[in-house]
């Protein structure tokens, strides 16, 4: 099974996104930004971004105004920004997405994007002498991505505190084609410190101004999963500003979910973890309709899925019935499974994932959990991520994984209330699963 082939791309504009540089005709990969004068004094700029690598990882601090965090990521990695655009743009283009579709899609949904982030893909764009255009191109183009997560609280866990795991799940193969480095190896850790806004840590790419997910000085995590769905539009704020707005203004789950699930547009599935509280929700949203719930909704134990006590956990499916009918023809993906793959019975006419791939990532991810419950901890944790990931759970999600369904870029765990986190990054063509893992503290990288 060939993890490009477009009949694996969900028509989803987010997830992977990194500011696609590329021109009006498609023929280049770069449209040039004539930078306008302003009163914008560079040096004072500067001042609240830097760059360090410590543990062999590359940490970007930005501060102050959105513009000016914007010129500081454009300025600080240039380079490996424009690394990482072209190397996106050349995927997209082999698997069939030209560059008027994407612009289609940026005319249309950047009237909702809050001025703030549009103000921050400026900043980025004259940094790097990159079109507002294609910076912002780059940030709603979003292809499929097979991810999984859990929030675990209370009783599931060692020490009574919650532990929030997120593992980005995309192909490894993205590769600038003049450089020759891959996507993965421009991947860096974004300590932000926005005026009027909360300080945040995100496991990210060079050049992306969203969030693909990361956790809060409040003690909120939040993390994207694809989900597909024939219930979408571009009318709305996309995901990845919706998340950012969690990281920067949600104080408390009641705040971050109202953010989470206003203005919605596409297919997805989010865990959102309140260290303080402690507790995690699931949460699925498609354009008009959302679910969010906790581990004790019933819901979650909608056979054959299944709760588990304090914990809330997802792969790229819909639990709740009603968004489920959005997404697939068979509600349990245990039916007709070998019928189920080969068809791809969904709601969208074509075999973009058959909902039994998910379900055993999501019996994969549960077994872990289940035997590992109430020792879970920030290393536990992450040992059974990458457990399941490297085959020891489950012999069909190993083949899947073998099929490129499964290949990491990046894979953490948080405890949000303390600002602890454990990470790691893939490595040219070698998964996340496989790297060495980093711990770091929000608290401490921020003083």
Not at 229 to 251: C, H, W
Not at 254 to 260: H, N, P, R, S, V
Request: charged letters at 15%; glycine letters at 6%; one cysteine or more.
């Amino acid at each position: 099974m060939d993890k490009n082939n477009p009949l694996h791309i969900c028509f989803v504009w987010l997830l992977l996104i990194l500011i696609v540089i590329t021109s009006a005709n498609a023929q280049s990969f770069f449209i040039i930004n004539n930078i306008q004068n302003t009163s914008y004094n560079e040096a004072s700029i500067m001042n609240s971004g830097s760059l360090i690598i410590k543990e062999n990882v590359t940490i970007l601090y930005l501060g102050g105004s959105s513009y000016e965090m914007g010129f500081q990521h454009g300025a600080l990695l240039k380079e490996k920004a424009i690394q990482n655009l072209r190397a996106f743009l050349h995927y997209l283009e082999k698997i069939g997405f030209t560059y008027q579709m994407l612009l289609d899609c940026w005319n249309q949904t950047k009237r909702f994007i809050p001025q703030e982030y549009i103000d921050e893909m400026k900043g980025l764009s004259n940094a790097t002498n990159i079109s507002l255009e294609s910076v912002g191109i780059g940030n709603i183009a979003v292809l499929f991505a097979h991810c999984s997560g859990f929030s675990a609280w209370d009783n599931a866990t060692k020490d009574g505190l919650l532990y929030h795991m997120r593992s980005l799940d995309y192909p490894l193969r993205v590769k600038d084609p003049e450089s020759g480095c891959y996507l993965q190896d421009n991947s860096i850790l974004i300590i932000r410190n926005p005026n009027n806004g909360y300080i945040s840590c995100d496991p990210s790419f060079a050049g992306f101004v969203g969030s693909l997910g990361g956790f809060n000085e409040k003690g909120i995590a939040v993390e994207v999963l694809s989900s597909w769905s024939n219930d979408e539009t571009k009318n709305g704020i996309p995901m990845v500003f919706r998340q950012r707005m969690v990281l920067d203004y949600a104080e408390n789950a009641t705040q971050a979910l109202q953010f989470l699930t206003s203005n919605k547009t596409l297919g997805w599935n989010h865990i959102l973890s309140d260290g303080k509280v402690p507790i995690g929700f699931a949460v699925e949203t498609s354009g008009t309709h959302h679910y969010y719930g906790t581990w004790d909704n019933p819901v979650e134990s909608t056979e054959p899925f299944f709760s588990i006590p304090n914990i809330v956990r997802r792969t790229n499916i819909f639990i709740n019935p009603t968004l489920a009918e959005t997404q697939r023809v068979i509600y349990n993906p245990q039916e007709k499974p070998i019928l189920n793959t080969i068809l791809g019975k969904n709601r969208l006419g074509m075999s973009i994932l058959p909902s039994f791939i998910p379900w055993i990532h999501y019996e994969a991810l549960s077994s872990e959990i289940i035997k590992n419950y109430g020792n879970l901890d920030l290393n536990t944790t992450m040992k059974i991520t990458r457990n399941f990931y490297q085959g020891h759970t489950n012999i069909l999600f190993r083949f899947f994984q073998l099929c490129g369904f499964f290949t990491t870029l990046n894979q953490w765990v948080t405890c949000p209330e303390t600002g602890d986190i454990v990470v790691s990054f893939a490595k040219k063509e070698i998964n996340a699963f496989e790297q060495p893992i980093h711990y770091f503290n929000l608290f401490d990288l921020s003083k």
